[in-house]
């Protein structure tokens, strides 16, 4: 007999997601059989962004997440760049994907130990006040030495990532949000008031890299294949659509022809090209509404919001690849760049996103020393009107894409977001074709739905995001956005 | 193996370095008994003052803060459980039919459920179950320290922001705001979007987003609060704060609600009247090591010890990286066209 219930808060995420599933017995065993997944929180940055000078976005856009806001900021200068044909210098380049870095890092080793790793842990008696008291706890979860183990991780994690903020801050300015990344390239200097002693940022850069470098080694990267060897079997839970998204991230030359980790999809298949011009949203299951159109790419996307629309379920769209369900993430990176392919299961992409941490860190050490000492890092731009521009680059949690427009007065008139949540939690399409993470919970199985670690495992091995998701409305360039009025009660 | 929480403390590494707290204080807040119950309620937020607060190193790092300094009873972010044994955390165990009979006469409101009613006819609610939601409120968790962070959405009934589901449904943020606020013995507003409304109410705002004042405002609710803004905010000013909260102290506010003794009124306390680029000369443009007022600095109008104690232990801040201060701890941050810009001239 089918039953359906509610997981809301998804807890150790960041934002507000809510999880509706439906069980049943499925062969002898209880497993999901549908799944919904909703954004429950809604800001509409695209209305503070109109009209301001468009220089304000890399700012703005930064706090549309807390968790990965130099990608933002990343894509931010990339649209800006494009629109008006600005090439930073080289090292401003190497300073941005040196501060990317260090907050994909952060972002990374966040995630394992401090959302994922508590869905398998029994930490009674070794854990015993707020917030971890608050727990669910089944019998499959480590216990004894192992779960001993594993926190006394998380607490060592606590230190590395705060040292991995420290990191880029010695280039970003302040961290989580960055302050140095403006379009142009990377404002702060390697040598501040001293240009006869620019070693001693890079020093202190690096000294830092080294101390996480040791723990993505020694610990994190051993603690996820530790997990994976004893929670095995999730090596064949949560695959999802089984396709993969990357828009490539890191530029390793200045023309941003070549990159660290390649852009491309995997239509399940094989690994191709990716082109821009086949992503598309759409709203059929989602609280906003097309006036015109029902498959949009996000240059003509034209929505309204519309909290009391029938069958709509989620303030998040539904992008789609070449109208299909594709997944970003790490495991889409490392697929498409030829560094993984086991499977696209929950524990692969726990294994993919440890695997690239250390991937990450390891390269840093290089780009560092590509740095020239003296040369510019910016170049102060000029903004043109009338111009349009993309910038397409990753988040920690996938493929992130900023679009502007720039108008006649030469402020904006158009700023969108695509964000690697709105891929993976999306709701169904207009086809009815479930989103990744929807996918990603059917036939998973469910042994005590008071006790619902299986789906919470699932779920936090797509780091959701949901600020990310959620942020965005696109306005019918005539009229302005409406909030609705809605009955009390509703 | 049961670790004690000194055990916790070894393990974790605590580190205490030169703070703004005397160290005295801080030994007494940390040996006060009974840790304060804290619940943390995020909002329209981005998480970056969670994020923010866990770089905390000077006066105690995040792990001895939850291990040994507060009880965080909520929050979303780090919670183990989900749901509604999460919720929980927040509110205490769901009220019981019997329970809410205690409630008198007023449990069975008249009219819709809507403005300060809780519709409890869902499964596991009363048949006729609409509840005066301050007659609710008074079966919930009592006595604690709510932190907000993030905007709260007042338009539209709230609907723009769901924190959670229970038996009898959806919780917007604006009816937890309601009952966790006034079951409180005070209210931190934490980051500029708590303390002010910051990016999500800025003009063009369209889910009636406000501060946590603000909320408090329209419902009604009358409740001791400091704004710690900043976006996102510095850990230093959570951590100094909650201390010499611990520690007993009255906490002097400034003009804009914010502990005088981080930020303050007086125009010698300005970020600007510390900052190294000044008296300089002008910067023509990002990257000088000069002046940056004609770029839009907002360094003048705008409070925080950023000059002296950076950022991320120490490290660097906004105007060490050739770029401006956006005047994030103000109240009338991010502005908008044409209030300011982040890059261009302030027209006094």
Known sequence: MATTFTIDPVSRIEGHLKIEVTVDEVTGQQQVVDAKSSGTMFRGFE????????????????????????????????????????????????????????????????????????????????????????????????????????????????????????????????????????????????????????????????????????????????????????????????????????????????????????????????????????????????????????????SVGETAVDPTKVDAYSYIKAPRYNGE?????????????????????????????????????????????????????????????????????????????????????????????????????????DGGNLGPVEQALVGTPVDDINQPVEILRVIHSFDPCLACSVHMMRPDEKKPIQVIDIPAGL | MHLSRRDFLKLAGAVGVASTIPTVMLEKAMGATGDPRVIWLQGQSCSGCSVSLMNCLETVTVDTLLTDTINLEYHSTLIAAAGELALSGAFGPHPSVNELCTLGTNWLATGPAGENKLDLSGPGGTPDGIVNLIDYAALCKQGYILVVEGAIPMGADGVFCDIGHDANGPITMKDAFD??????????????????????????????????????????????????????IHPEWFVDTVVKILAGETITLDSKGRPAFLFGDANSERIHNSCPMKGTGQASHLGEPKCKRNQGCRGEFTWGHCPSHKWNNGVSWCIQTMSTCTGCTEPDYPGTNPLFEFYTPPSV
């Open chain 1, 47 to 298: 209305n503070i962004l109109a009209g301001r000078h468009p220089l304000d976005a890399p700012q703005i856009t930064q706090r549309i997440c807390g968790v990965c806001p130099v990608s933002h900021g990343m894509a931010s200068c990339m649209t800006i760049e494009d629109a008006l044909s600005l090439v930073p210098p080289s090292n401003g380049r190497i300073l941005r994907n040196l501060v990317l870095g260090a907050n994909f890092i952060q972002s990374h080793i966040l995630h394992f130990y401090h959302l994922a790793a508590l869905d398998y842990i029994n930490t009674q008696g070794i854990l015993d006040m707020p917030p971890w008291s608050y727990r669910h706890i089944t019998a499959d979860m480590a216990s004894g030495d192992d779960a001993q183990h594993f926190v006394n991780s998380y607490l060592r994690a606590l230190e590395i990532r705060r040292k991995s903020h420290q990191m880029g801050a010695v280039f970003g300015g302040k961290l989580p949000m960055c302050t140095s990344f403006n379009p142009g390239g990377c404002t702060d200097i390697l040598a501040v008031g001293d240009s006869s002693n620019p070693e001693g940022k890079i020093a202190q850069f690096t000294g830092l890299l080294d101390d996480i470098k040791d723990f993505i080694d020694d610990t994190f990267v051993p603690d996820v294949q530790l997990l994976g060897s004893i929670f095995n079997s999730y090596y064949s839970l949560g695959v999802g659509s089984g396709k993969l998204i990357s828009y490539g991230v890191f530029d390793l030359d200045d023309a941003g022809s070549s990159r660290f980790f390649d852009r491309g999809v995997y239509d399940g298949s094989v690994v191709g090209g990716m082109d821009a011009g086949l992503i598309t949203e759409e709203v059929g299951y989602s609280y906003f509404n097309y006036a015109s159109g029902t498959s949009l790419h996000p």
């Open chain 1, 325 to 429: 369900v594709y997944e970003a993430g790490p495991l889409a990176r490392m697929w498409v760049n030829g560094d993984y392919s086991k499977g696209t299961s929950s524990m692969d992409r726990i294994e993919a996103r440890a695997l690239e941490t250390q991937k990450i860190a390891n390269a840093m050490s290089g780009w560092v020393t590509e740095l020239t000492d003296g040369a510019d890092s910016y170049t102060p731009p000029s903004i043109v009107p009338s111009v349009e521009g993309q910038g397409l680059t990753e988040a920690p949690r996938g493929a992130l894409g900023h679009w502007i427009s720039i108008g006649a007065d030469s402020n904006t008139t158009r700023y969108q977001v695509i964000t690697p949540t709105a891929w993976n939690c999306s709701p169904r399409d």
């Open chain 2, 179 to 232: 009952i966790l606020a006034r079951n409180a013995d005070a209210v931190l507003s934490v980051g500029t979007c708590a303390s002010y409304g910051g990016i999500p109410a800025a003009p063009g705002n369209p889910t009636g987003a406000v501060s946590a004042a603000g909320a408090m405002e329209q419902l009604g609710i009358t409740k001791s609060y400091i704004n710690i803004p900043g976006c996102p």
